[in-house]
C-alpha cells in the first residue's frame, strides 16, 4: 500500500560504535551513538517493514523492531550474515571499527616503565562482505567524512559494491556523530546526489527509506 511501502520486506540495519577488547576492563570505540541507526530502523517499522536491528549502542531498544545486542565488528558481521540471506534491505548505519586489538588480554595488563604498544590487526568489512555476496539484497552504507565527502562516499559506493551510500560531512556542527539531527548526500550509481538539508536524524532515515524504496521499484 502506499503509506506502508515497505509491508512484506525485512529490513536489516546496523547501529552503534562497535567496541574492541584490549583486556577484561578496556576497548577501543568510536563516537557513534547509535541515533541514526535506531532511527532508521523505527522509520523502517513505520513504512511496515519487519525489522532487525543490531546494534552496538547503549540505546532503548525501538518498539516492534527484533533487536540484538552485539559488541565487536566480528560479532556484528556474524549475526548480520546469519540474516543476510532472507533479508530485501541492509543500512549499515553502525561505525564499524576498521581494527582491533591483534591480542585481547585475559588479564588487566598492567602499568609498566616503558611505552605501552598496542597491535591491530583490520576487522573484516561487513558491507564489503554482504556487496561480494548480494542478490536480490538493495545495500544501503554511511560515510561519515571531514573532507572530499563526494569523492570519498562515491569511492566507497563503488569499493563496497552497495547500492546507495548516504555521507555525512561529520566536521558540521549538526550533522554526524551523537546528533539528533543530520544533513546528509545521497549517492547512487548512475543517479545524480541528492542533497537532504538538515533535520531531525528520524525525518531523514524516512528520505532516505523512501528514496531506497524509488530505486528499489526502477530495477
Ligand atoms: O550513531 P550516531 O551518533 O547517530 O552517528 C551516526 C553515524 C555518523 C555513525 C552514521 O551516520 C555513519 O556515518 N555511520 C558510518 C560511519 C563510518 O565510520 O563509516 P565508514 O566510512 O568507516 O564506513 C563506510 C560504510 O562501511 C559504513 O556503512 C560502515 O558501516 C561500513 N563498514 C565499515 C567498516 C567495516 N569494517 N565494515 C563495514 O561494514
Redesign the pocket.
Known amino acids: 500500500t502506499t503509506n506502508l511501502p515497505l509491508k512484506g520486506k525485512k529490513v536489516l540495519v546496523?547501529?552503534?560504535?562497535t567496541r574492541e577488547r584490549i583486556d577484561p576492563v578496556r576497548y577501543l570505540t568510536n563516537?557513534?551513538?547509535?541515533?541514526?541507526?535506531h532511527s532508521i530502523a523505527e522509520a523502517a517499522r513505520d513504512l511496515g517493514a519487519k525489522v532487525t536491528l543490531v546494534t552496538a549502542?547503549k540505546l532503548e531498544y525501538p518498539f516492534g523492531v527484533e533487536t540484538i545486542p552485539v559488541s565487536s565488528?566480528r560479532e556484528m558481521q556474524e549475526i548480520i550474515m546469519k540474516d543476510f540471506d532472507t533479508t530485501d534491505i541492509v543500512v549499515?548505519?553502525?561505525?564499524?571499527?576498521?581494527y582491533r586489538p591483534k591480542h585481547q588480554a585475559d588479564h588487566k595488563i598492567k602499568k609498566t616503565e616503558d611505552d605501552l604498544q598496542i597491535l591491530l590487526e583490520e576487522?573484516?568489512?561487513?558491507?564489503?562482505t554482504m556487496g561480494n555476496q548480494k542478490n536480490k539484497q538493495f545495500l544501503i552504507?554511511?560515510?561519515?567524512?571531514t573532507d572530499r565527502v563526494e569523492e570519498y562516499a562515491k569511492g566507497?559506493l563503488i569499493r563496497?559494491k552497495a547500492d546507495m551510500i548516504?555521507a555525512?560531512d561529520?566536521s558540521k556542527e549538526h550533522a554526524?556523530?551523537?546528533?539528533d539531527t543530520?544533513e546528509v548526500i545521497i549517492f547512487q550509481t548512475n543517479k545524480n546526489p541528492i542533497h537532504i538539508e538538515t533535520k531531525s536524524?528520524k525525518e531523514v532515515a524516512k528520505d532516505i527509506l523512501l528514496e531506497a524504496i524509488k530505486s528499489i521499484q526502477q530495477i
Request: aromatic share 4%.
Open positions: 546496523s547501529a552503534g560504535g563516537e557513534s551513538s547509535g541515533k541514526m541507526g549502542s565488528a549499515m548505519a553502525a561505525a564499524v571499527s576498521d576487522n573484516p568489512d561487513i558491507l564489503a552504507g554511511f560515510a561519515a567524512e566507497k563496497k548516504v555525512n561529520v554526524g556523530f551523537n546528533k543530520n536524524k
